[in-house]
């Protein structure tokens, strides 16, 4: 199949390596495969370095209707048999462009985020009535959808994203040498976070936590934090680290920036937080259980498909950083329960979020869509 992936995104985040990790396995399965973006955009910039052909045609909102027209012509050329884009809001350009060119390419769209606005007017009805197909990232998103925006029931599938298995592997690295490059000393208990440092993740709430463990446990605690501020939100990582320092943490708490090591950062960490107050799936969560990590994760939203309390992980009220710090304290306090965790977390990854499944799962309801006028 001719496939266009389709992502007008600026940051880079899990949606963002969602897309891009799905335009790479599909061109493995011998599809012709390109990626829509915005020039100059992260994602652009990795699809790039990927191998992955890029088309930076998206602008900006007062752009659009230049967007439109050169993407009429790009469908008019290219001729495309599916268009899988990854936010709603290029449905603007797409689903015009599309009636411009006179493209009967199937079109589909993944909801990553909640909303709590409804699309029920006559405009959004146009747009979200050319789609063969929406793709919710959990159960969560699919609630969201139906309560949200016009489309069937039974044209909304809950798809949730993906890891590769080969590359989040634990047998790939030796877990000491890492902890030594990190300057984490032999006997302490890691704990860490994953993901952008933006409003709402549960950061602070992370940090709150690890001050409470440093100042009653007598276990010695180092705190990872991997991944940096989202784009236009720096000053809140700003915020962060200085309330690190505030709280006297500093020495304790290492801010490793962003990072495309992740599998290799995660085999250093005994336990990985996910304080997120309201996820909509929580990408950073199977990446730890892939690797054998055990997860202490806020009860909401998206992370009840994922974590199963007292198998996988330990579940905690969202925002409670005292009841964050007793899950982490529980799980570092013995290693028989941090191990049968890790067993058993790898098992429901390998079972539920691996590419492959997900892969092979698109490529069928892509070609449901043919049988849709």
Sequence with gaps: MKILQSCGSRSWGGLEMQALLISKELRKRGHDVSLLCRPRSTILKEAYSAGVPTIGMIGDD??????????????KSYQFDVI????????????????????DARLFLTKHMASGVKKTDPL??????????TFAISNYIRTSILNTCPVPESEVYVLPPAISLEIYDPSLFVKAEVRNELRIPENAVAAGMVG????????????????RLKESSQLDFRFLVIGTA?????????????????????GFVQFTGYRKDIPRLLSALDV??????????GLALIEAMA?????????????LDIVVDGKTGILFPPMDYLALADCILRLASRADLREEFGKVGRKRVEELFSVNTLISNLERYYLKGQSKD
């Design 196 to 211: 952008r440092i933006t409003p709402g993740k549960g950061h602070e709430e992370f940090f709150r936590a690890a001050k």
């Design 230 to 250: 989202s784009f236009g939100e720096e000053g809140f990582g700003h915020k962060m680290k200085d309330l690190v320092d505030e709280l006297g943490l500093t």
């Design 272 to 281: 990985l937080a996910f304080p997120s107050h309201e996820e909509s799936f």
């Design 62 to 75: 007062n752009q659009a209707f230049g967007t439109i027209k050169d993407l009429s012509k790009l469908l």
């Design 291 to 303: 690797m054998k990590v055990p997860v202490a994760a806020s009860a909401s939203a998206g992370v």
């Design 84 to 103: 899988h884009t990854h936010l709603s809001h290029d449905l603007w350009w797409l689903v015009p462009a599309l009636k411009l060119a006179s493209s």
């Design 124 to 133: 959004h009805r146009f747009l979200y009535g050319r789609l063969q197909g």
